[in-house]
């Protein structure tokens, strides 16, 4: 198995392909990772979610990172890195442009508010937000079987 | 669906059925998440890697976080999380039985010492070492669907 570096072509690629990547956010230096489904448009990834602890430590450092990866064998994967700022798309005016584009992107595919969505059972409703993460910075690994 | 926090025994079971991860760990504010297989030991996480940017990250700042989960259908899933503490295994007397209790846990499964084992082609070797991540925090969460 060698390991090379992707290019940013074949990491747009494999962002656009995955509909789920695990989000690192942190606090006071200690980093908490959630599973979240998301959609590319251009330089940002767009998400869904309920308030709750992510959105919280998100709006207290927006510094974030989504990491994706694809597995087609123990010897052949990829792993894209996206590390980027937090940014909520507020229901105000001025951004219903930005509001309705997500919406769009992420409904095309069922069940786009999941896992995201969704708060335990017996928990009381928080507000729901649209989100997106700008892609400052894009790096991918991609393991291939030697021939 | 509807989702249900998982209790102790629950995540535990995820911890010891999954190999793989992600591994979240934070300089300056900024999250970087990075795929990692490992095993579980008592209150511990055991891993591998060689010397790179996740391991310098840790050895500013020990504080992670591991993240897992299992999709058994777009309405079926769980995700556990732990936050604990980075440690190294170094390779010197008093850490012998951690490392070779290490290497016997991890040599358990093919492939162990990937991704985290191995560097893009062209770049120099680095030092390889062992590690363990404390469980300080275990939380979790399913979803189910509704019958």
Request: glycine share 10%.
């Amino acid at each position: 198995m060698i390991i090379v570096e992707m290019d940013r072509t074949g990491c747009l690629a494999l962002l656009d392909a995955a509909r789920m990547g695990r989000l690192g956010c942190a606090r006071d230096g200690q980093p908490y990772v959630v599973p979240i489904t998301f959609t590319r448009d251009g330089g940002y990834l767009y998400g869904f979610s309920l308030v709750g602890q992510k959105v919280s430590w998100m709006r207290d450092n927006p510094k974030v990172c989504v990491q994706l990866d694809e597995f087609t064998g123990t010897r052949a994967w990829k792993s894209v890195v996206v590390q980027g700022r937090y940014e909520e798309l507020p229901d105000r005016i001025g951004w219903k442009t930005q509001r309705d584009r997500a919406w769009s992107l992420l409904s095309r595919h069922a069940d786009w508010w999941e896992p995201g969505g969704l708060k335990p059972a017996g928990e009381a409703p928080t507000p729901h937000l649209f989100y997106r993460i700008s892609i400052d910075e894009l790096t991918g690994r991609e393991a291939r079987p030697v021939q």
